[in-house]
């Protein structure tokens, strides 16, 4: 947590302090990148913690030149042991479907068994998500196969079939299961 001086008038009167809820690094890498012009060089240098405590600043000041950096190298870094659920879950906190479409992406055998051995069902894995995300990721992976290897060790080719239910993808995905013919 981090205290600066202030100088604005309005709600905050000269020389108060604004309480902002963040270390003192992020807050410090946050203005650096704000206050440069090509900052593209630092971005692709930073991890995936650091990416993940940036964004809320981003959103929060709504500095949009660094939202979509910031994003993608958020993705491009999920690789660490779970790294990948850790991003479909701030998807998930977030409403940010494409997050979660991403974070599924990256869910290979290796990551979904290491996530599910230190669970001890997939229903403990589910309670971690918003309602409506685990109807989706349940629907998405049950939709998909009868494969129980393809099932439950596979995410990342369930990626493109996860939707908010409702929406107009969830939708068409839905006519495409009901019409495809069974065998």
């Known amino acids: 947590m981090l205290d600066l001086p202030t100088s604005a008038t309005g709600q905050q009167q000269a020389?108060?302090?604004?309480?902002?809820?963040?270390?003192?690094?992020?807050?410090?890498?946050?203005?650096?990148?704000?206050?440069i012009h090509k900052f593209e060089y630092i971005v692709s240098s930073l991890d995936f913690a650091t990416c993940r405590s940036l964004l809320p600043l981003i959103v929060q000041f709504d500095c949009g030149r660094l939202r979509y950096p910031i994003r993608q190298r958020l993705y491009g870094s999920a690789?660490?042991?779970?790294?990948?659920?850790?991003?479909?879950?701030?998807?998930?906190?977030?409403?940010?479907?494409e997050m979660g479409r991403q974070g599924l992406t990256r869910m290979y055998d290796e990551q979904v068994t290491h996530l599910l051995g230190s669970c001890s069902t997939f229903g403990n894995v589910l309670e971690t998500l918003p309602a409506e995300w685990q109807f989706a990721l349940s629907s998405t992976i049950m939709a998909?196969?009868?494969?129980?290897?393809?099932?439950?060790?596979?995410?990342?080719?369930?990626?493109?079939?996860?939707?908010?239910p409702g929406s107009l993808a969830d939708k068409a995905f839905a006519e495409c299961v009901h019409l495809r013919p069974i065998c």
């Open 144 to 164: 998909s196969s009868f494969d129980s290897t393809q099932l439950i060790m596979d995410w990342s080719g369930h990626a493109s079939k996860f939707h908010r």
């Open 15 to 35: 020389g108060q302090l604004v309480h902002i809820d963040y270390d003192q690094m992020t807050v410090l890498l946050f203005l650096d990148l704000v206050s």
């Open 79 to 97: 690789r660490g042991k779970g790294e990948a659920w850790e991003l479909f879950k701030l998807g998930a906190h977030q409403e940010d479907w």
